[in-house]
């Protein structure tokens, strides 16, 4: 199968930079851009060519600025200029959805009108339905009155996702989420979160220039999420203590460094042995293996359904769980009806980050680490027959010495055969050093 995969990325690799150039004329010339659609391991134009995306992250995170921020024309084609050719703009739940069962028009409006604004670049939309820690309470996300966090406290972290793996609040709201408790008007969470993307889909069925709909950023569990840290630091100690000579840290003791720089910045040394990481990895399949299969799946099948009743055109983009990011091995099935037919338009949208993402230990990214991560996005997206668009990557915030960090993974991505959307845009990129490794040219397609 994985033979069979790779000749059918070499042949679409092929026509991808003629397919390319020949959208990006007809939209340049005002014509129509046609749906895209999902083929087997590739993504399809309007005319049954294969075409590859290569984007970035548009997102306004601010509830006082409407999430939409004082985004304009001239921000598109900016990133239109740069020779991409989409973007992944991040809407939220909590302003789509003020109050149960009531849905913000004003706020949709606004969305359409940045679509319109990319459509007018020739830029496809990939619609995603971010969070961060769940929550607007926490971060970003759903709205207060969908985050049932049973007064627990909030952890203080100096790495705000590592509140994902020690606050009592966060994870008890991340527990009612996926068990799918009422909400104040009785209505399960997660149908309430189906009825607002319903309410998305019905606004742009009928709009070819949005590439699909991305149903949650990075899903993750709630107090599972301490139970998968433990289990993976306690297979690094365990390797650890089989080393002749020291130091030979407990569970505790590496979990206690993880607080700390000095501590991280050595546990992620000892991670730059890849036999290692892997191992670590694995140890934590199994508590993900359950979250994918028994709650995260069900989840889309319920979104899927919402999306389906008014919208059967645009593709469903499945993103892993969040620890799939680091390479931990997803357990995630293609999506299917109520018959047990699989859907047709459907697409695997993954993340990819180093450990050291949101960190200061830039200085220990590991490209070994990375390719082990895209190796298994990759095994997963040619088993299950999917496209992939890597919806985050890079993160470096204008870094001056991620220039050939962004090199290397967009040169791994064209191997790949992956559309990716870079992490994030900003206006200050325009003195970025990175950014001309992350323009697009005819050399890249």
């Not at 709205?143 to 952890?155: C, N, R, S, V």
């Not at 997803?330 to 699989?342: F, K, M, N, Q, Y």
């Not at 993954?350 to 830039?362: Q, W």
């Not at 900003?426 to 950014?435: F, V």
Request: proline fraction near 4%; glycine fraction near 8%; charged fraction near 20%.
């Amino acid at each position: 199968m994985y033979r069979v995969y790779l000749a059918i990325l070499l042949t679409s690799l092929s026509a991808t930079g003629m397919a390319q150039k020949s959208d990006r004329h007809a939209n340049s010339a005002g014509m129509p851009m046609g749906f895209i659609s999902a083929g087997d391991g590739v993504f399809l134009n309007g005319a049954g060519r294969p075409i590859r995306f290569q984007g970035i992250n548009v997102v306004r995170k601010s509830k006082s600025e409407g999430y939409t921020g004082d985004l304009g024309p001239a921000d598109f084609a900016r990133i239109r200029g740069w020779g991409m050719n989409a973007i992944r703009l991040c809407i939220f739940w909590d302003g789509l959805e003020p109050r149960p069962g009531v849905f913000d028009q004003a706020y949709l409006g606004r969305i359409a009108r940045l679509v319109r604004y990319a459509k007018a670049q020739g830029l496809y939309v990939l619609l995603d339905m971010h969070q961060d820690l769940y929550s607007v309470k926490f971060a970003d996300g759903a709205p207060a009155w969908a985050t049932l966090d049973d007064g627990q406290p909030h952890a203080k972290v100096s790495n705000w996702n590592d509140a994902y793996y020690v606050s009592a609040d966060v994870q008890a709201a991340l527990d009612h989420f996926w068990a799918n408790s009422p909400a104040a008007d009785g209505t399960g969470l997660q149908d309430l979160y189906a009825k607002a993307w319903q309410f998305v889909a019905r606004r742009f069925k009928d709009e070819p220039s949005v590439l699909g709909y991305d149903l949650m950023n990075e899903p993750f569990p709630g107090k599972d999420a301490g139970r998968l840290e433990y289990t993976m630091l306690a297979r690094v100690a365990e390797l650890l203590a089989a080393r002749p000579g020291g130091p030979h840290p407990s569970t505790e003791e590496l979990m206690q460094m993880e607080g700390n720089k000095e501590g991280l910045r050595q546990i992620t040394l000892w991670l730059g042995d890849v036999a290692l990481y892997r191992s670590m990895l694995d140890a934590g399949e199994g508590v993900m293996q359950d979250f994918d299969r028994n709650r995260l799946m069900p989840f889309y099948g319920r979104v899927r359904k919402a999306i389906r009743a008014v919208d059967s055109r645009h593709i469903l983009f499945l993103e892993s769980a969040m620890s799939s990011n680091m390479g931990v091995a997803t357990s995630i099935t293609p999506l299917v009806d109520e018959t047990g037919r699989r859907d047709p338009e459907q697409a695997y949208s993954p993340h990819v980050y180093d450990i050291v993402v949101d960190t200061d230990l830039f200085d220990l990214t590991s490209n070994e680490r990375t390719e082990l991560i895209i190796d298994r996005h990759l095994s997963f997206a040619a088993r299950n027959h999917l496209p992939v668009l890597v919806g985050e990557w890079g993160a470096f915030y204008l870094n001056p010495a991620a220039a050939q960090a962004t090199s290397d993974l967009k040169d791994r991505f064209s191997r790949a055969g992956f559309s990716d959307m870079f992490w994030a845009y900003r206006r200050e990129m325009t003195t970025w050093t990175g950014l001309e490794s992350l323009k697009v040219t005819a050399a890249t397609h």
